[in-house]
T-cell receptor, first 107, second 113 residues
Framework: RKEVEQDPGPFNVPEGATVAFNCTYS??????FFWYRQDCRKEPKLLMS???SGNEDGRFTAQLNRASQYISLLIRDSKLSDSATYLC????????FGAGTTVTVRA | DAGVIQSPRHEVTEMGQEVTLRCKPISGHNSLFWYRQTMMRGLELLIYFNNNVPIDDSGMPEDRFSAKMPNASFSTLKIQPSEPRDSAVYFCASSLTQGEKLFFGSGTQLSVL
């Protein structure tokens, strides 16, 4: 089983829609979690850290469910510029990346 | 802050040649990571350093790959001899400490012909 698993998508949504996707992890001792965004041919960039109580940053909401070992990302009122691959990152003793979920927002 | 700086941005070489990729982490960051990304395998951790010491090199594909960090502001990833299957984007990233959020360089696009 992979350490971090994500639905690859793609999720094709219209502008203004809400899109949400999950990431599961295998190591219950994992301590910290992050969502990164990667645009085509660019480096991954930190989108947000994920805290135990869940956290929100503008249109983006991240949730952590330790009991079921998954984290989620929800994007509200999606914009064309939200089109990207979203990488889930889990810290056990090293940072493990998921393969990414591709989101395409259409006009 | 200049961010993580990698060079070269692009490298095209012939099979059998030596390739050296370079990375300057963010000043004050104590952890440095080398990743490789391909369409087939995604983002793979090759090796990481804490305080200039290699901690985990289990991701290094084979002996043709080696990495060094002679000081806190510089690291190299060397492939000798290079093979076409090494073609990928190689990212360097640094973090304040192990387990903290990573900051990536712009990557080196390597093509081995």
């Amino acid at each position: 089983r992979k350490e971090v698993e994500q639905d690859p998508g793609p999720f094709n949504v219209p502008e203004g829609a809400t899109v949400a996707f999950n990431c599961t992890y295998s190591n219950s001792a994992s301590q910290s979690f992050f969502w990164y965004r990667q645009d085509c041919r660019k480096e991954p960039k930190l989108l947000m850290s994920v805290y135990s109580s869940g956290n929100e940053d503008g249109r983006f909401t991240a949730q952590l469910n330790r009991a079921s070992q998954y984290i989620s990302l929800l994007i509200r009122d999606s914009k064309l510029s939200d089109s990207a691959t979203y990488l889930c990152v889990v810290n056990d003793y090293k940072l493990s990346f998921g393969a990414g979920t591709t989101v395409t927002v259409r006009a | 802050d200049a961010g993580v700086i990698q060079s070269p941005r692009h490298e095209v070489t012939e099979m059998g040649q030596e390739v050296t990729l370079r990375c300057k982490p963010i000043s004050g960051h104590n952890s440095l990571f080398w990743y490789r990304q391909t369409m087939m395998r995604g983002l793979e951790l090759l090796i990481y350093f804490n305080n200039n010491v290699p901690i985990d090199d289990s991701g290094m594909p084979e002996d043709r790959f080696s990495a060094k960090m002679p000081n806190a502001s510089f690291s190299t990833l060397k492939i000798q001899p290079s093979e076409p299957r090494d073609s990928a984007v190689y990212f360097c990233a640094s973090s304040l400490t192990q387990g903290e959020k990573l900051f990536f360089g712009s990557g080196t696009q390597l093509s081995v012909l």
